[in-house]
């Protein structure tokens, strides 16, 4: 027992110090490891599956909604990433360079890409001439890096793992409809996959992306108070097309620039995972991204009868279920601690009691609730057992970002909240980017968003009680 115990303590409790809970996490659920590159992450077997998981389930949706994959270079000419100014102004602290090639110093230097608009540009100024060559929707699954000052797994790396979808249409309206679509698509995977809720919305003009003519965001809530930004999609207008030469030409023959549009999500989705359903003794996975849903451990599995009866229950339970079972001879407690650390969903305890009376223990992750199931309910009782879970889980989080979330109408209250109650703030604001710079400055929060769903919480900016334009939900972030 004692080396139970000693597992269970090894994690730091999110009450005691947030950020060493999360690292404890990531590391002894085997997500990643430290790399001799500073800044970079080894993603562990464990890591990579859920990240497999997360891929699987967005490029189904992305080849459902026509989107094709590519692949670009990894490297971009100083002189393509300098075509569009505000894009390369935007990205200029982050750029590593490659300046020799072997012993030769490089005539142009190349830069290791943080992003491929630049790339995607030069290609759609080659391939497309026509009205008939619209709309291209392309994806890409790559890595991008990063130059980062402050990093930590899954959430700030310097080399990290995404996809980036670029699209080319034939008018404004046809771009912003992309744009919003994509956007969707992210938060109702978010939410009906990753059980996070997300507030949709769009970033301001100080907050959008660097080249883009507006960037629109889903935001969530994290166990300690801080917002994280999950996913972003932009539209380019025709900003980029006029830097690259995009042209086409349209049914009347006449010449015109494409409207272009942006979108990704990262492996920091792993990182929300963890922050908004995890608890002192680990992980918690929702059913629908866990690598393993169901685990079997047998109890006195030297007893005879006992390992034949979970291999059985394991083959029954592939048919619905990915599932593990774990004959290893540690002791049952030891297995109990290693898979409520990785999160699996739920757990299965059969021995030789449980086989007498045609029966097996479920144990769920997120509560820890025991059922006695009867085998021959067995995948039935499963399959809405998952279902519950993931549904729970979603439930969870919402309650608690809704318990988080505050609202101030002068700038006294906006201060006191975000001094002593993490969460979202929501506020009116006048639009003007010398009062989101003077909140940020005196409370410490940025604007996360500008909701679709608007509410008229005051007439008046929380900061400088001129007319408000818009509310917003502020808040700290990582």
């Given at each position: 027992?004692?080396?139970?115990?000693?597992?269970?303590?090894?994690?730091?409790?999110?009450?005691?110090?947030?950020?060493?809970?999360?690292?404890?996490?990531?590391?002894?659920?085997?997500?990643?490891?430290?790399?001799?590159?500073?800044?970079c992450m080894i993603i562990r077997p464990y890591g990579y599956a859920i990240w497999e998981n997360?891929?699987?389930?967005?490029?189904?949706?992305?080849?459902?909604?026509?989107?094709?994959?590519?692949?670009?270079?990894?490297?971009?000419?100083?002189?393509?990433?300098?075509?569009?100014?505000?894009?390369?102004?935007?990205?200029?602290?982050?750029?590593?360079?490659?300046?020799?090639?072997?012993?030769?110093?490089?005539?142009?230097?190349?830069?290791?890409?943080?992003?491929?608009?630049?790339l995607f540009c030069e290609h759609y100024s080659k391939i497309i001439q026509s009205y008939n060559?619209?709309?291209?929707?392309?994806?890409?699954?790559?890595?991008?890096?990063?130059?980062?000052?402050?990093?930590?797994?899954?959430?700030?790396?310097?080399?990290?793992?995404?996809?980036?979808?670029?699209?080319?249409?034939?008018?404004?309206?046809?771009?912003?409809?992309?744009?919003?679509?994509?956007?969707?698509?992210?938060?109702?995977?978010?939410?009906?996959?990753?059980?996070?809720?997300?507030?949709?919305?769009?970033?301001?003009?100080?907050?959008?992306?660097?080249?883009?003519?507006?960037?629109?965001?889903?935001?969530?809530?994290?166990?300690?108070?801080?917002?994280?930004?999950?996913?972003?999609?932009?539209?380019?207008?025709?900003?980029?097309?006029?830097?690259?030469?995009?042209?086409?030409?349209?049914?009347?023959?006449t010449l015109q620039y494409v409207h272009q549009t942006s979108w990704g999500v990262t492996t920091?989705?792993?990182?929300?995972?963890?922050?908004?359903?995890?608890?002192?003794?680990?992980?918690?996975?929702?059913?629908?991204?866990?690598?393993?849903?169901?685990?079997?451990?047998?109890?006195?599995?030297?007893?005879?009868?006992?390992?034949?009866?979970?291999?059985?229950?394991?083959?029954?339970?592939?048919?619905?279920?990915?599932?593990?079972?774990?004959?290893?001879?540690?002791?049952?407690?030891?297995?109990?601690?290693?898979?409520?650390?990785?999160?699996?969903?739920?757990?299965?305890?059969?021995?030789?009691?449980?086989?007498?009376?045609?029966?097996?223990?479920?144990?769920?992750?997120?509560?820890?609730?025991?059922?006695?199931?009867?085998?021959?309910?067995?995948?039935?009782?499963?399959?809405?057992?998952?279902?519950?879970?993931?549904?729970?889980?979603?439930?969870?989080?919402?309650?608690?970002?809704?318990?988080?979330?505050?609202?101030?109408?002068?700038?006294?209250?906006?201060?006191?909240?975000?001094?002593?109650?993490?969460?979202?703030?929501?506020?009116?604001?006048?639009?003007?980017?010398?009062?989101?710079?003077?909140?940020?400055?005196?409370?410490?929060?940025?604007?996360?968003?500008?909701?679709?769903?608007?509410?008229?919480?005051?007439?008046?900016?929380?900061?400088?009680?001129?007319?408000?334009?818009?509310?917003?939900?502020?808040?700290?972030?990582?």
């Open positions: 027992m004692s080396k139970n115990k000693k597992f269970v303590e090894s994690i730091t409790p999110m009450s005691e110090d947030f950020a060493k809970w999360y690292t404890d996490i990531v590391k002894k659920a085997e997500l990643t490891d430290y790399s001799t590159v500073k800044g997360i891929q699987k389930e967005l490029d189904a949706k992305f080849k459902a909604t026509g989107h094709e994959n590519v692949y670009m270079p990894l490297f971009i000419p100083e002189s393509l990433l300098e075509k569009e100014k505000d894009h390369v102004e935007g990205f200029a602290p982050e750029v590593a360079w490659v300046t020799h090639g072997g012993e030769e110093k490089l005539a142009e230097r190349l830069c290791v890409r943080p992003t491929s608009e630049t060559d619209l709309p291209k929707l392309y994806n890409q699954w790559c890595s991008v890096v990063r130059w980062e000052k402050t990093t930590r797994p899954f959430l700030r790396t310097t080399e990290f793992l995404w996809q980036e979808g670029h699209t080319a249409h034939a008018t404004q309206k046809d771009a912003e409809e992309e744009t919003i679509k994509m956007l969707n698509v992210y938060a109702d995977f978010c939410e009906n996959v990753l059980a996070m809720p997300v507030i949709k919305g769009q970033k301001t003009e100080k907050e959008k992306f660097a080249g883009a003519t507006s960037t629109y965001t889903i935001e969530s809530l994290m166990h300690d108070g801080k917002a994280l930004q999950n996913g972003t999609s932009h539209n380019f207008g025709d900003n980029f097309a006029k830097a690259f030469n995009i042209q086409y030409t349209d049914k009347n023959g920091r989705l792993i990182g929300s995972i963890i922050m908004v359903h995890g608890d002192d003794s680990g992980l918690v996975l929702p059913p629908k991204i866990a690598p393993i849903q169901v685990v079997i451990v047998p109890i006195a599995q030297h007893k005879e009868g006992v390992l034949d009866k979970a291999h059985e229950l394991k083959d029954r339970i592939s048919k619905v279920a990915s599932v593990k079972l774990d004959d290893s001879d540690k002791m049952a407690g030891w297995k109990f601690n290693e898979y409520e650390m990785k999160g699996i969903p739920v757990r299965l305890e059969v021995g030789p009691k449980d086989i007498e009376n045609n029966q097996v223990v479920l144990v769920r992750r997120d509560t820890r609730e025991k059922l006695v199931v009867s085998i021959d309910e067995l995948e039935v009782k499963l399959e809405e057992l998952l279902e519950d879970i993931q549904k729970s889980l979603f439930e969870k989080a919402k309650t608690l970002r809704d318990e988080k979330t505050y609202s101030a109408t002068t700038m006294e209250e906006f201060k006191e909240i975000a001094d002593t109650k993490p969460g979202f703030i929501k506020s009116m604001w006048c639009g003007e980017t010398s009062c989101e710079e003077k909140i940020k400055e005196i409370a410490g929060t940025s604007s996360r968003c500008m909701p679709f769903n608007q509410e008229n919480l005051s007439d008046k900016c929380v900061c400088c009680g001129k007319d408000a334009t818009h509310l917003v939900y502020w808040g700290k972030a990582y």
